[in-house]
């Protein structure tokens, strides 16, 4: 008789046991899918921010591009003024 109540008594045991891991195991695989599902967003959310920052550095760069054409032709246009102007007294004495 006491071997059959040491009997129930451990599976009894190892029933609660494997309830428990059972437990634990789906706790940890939902934790584990939660991170998962986070990091995913993470990284998709990452990944957008490089390509607008890529985005903002083209840009950037083509507005530097305008920049120095238009200081190339406002230096050319004041070259030619100075150019223009150095040659007035010559104008003057051939009148």
């Known amino acids: 008789m006491l071997g059959r109540e040491c009997l129930s008594v451990e599976v ?14 789906a706790s940890s695989n939902k ?7 986070q990091l995913n967003k993470l ?12 985005d903002r550095k083209e ?19 004041v070259s030619l003024v100075k150019v223009i102007n150095s040659f007035k007294p010559f104008r003057n004495q051939a009148k």
């Open 12 to 25: 009894a045991i190892n029933t609660e046991r494997d309830k428990q891991n059972n437990s634990i195991r």
């Open 43 to 54: 990284i998709i959310e990452n990944k957008a921010l490089q390509n607008e920052n890529e």
């Open 59 to 77: 840009r950037r760069q083509n507005v530097r591009n305008r920049q120095d054409k238009t200081d190339t032709k406002v230096y050319l246009t």
């Open 31 to 37: 934790t584990y899918t939660y991170y998962m599902q």
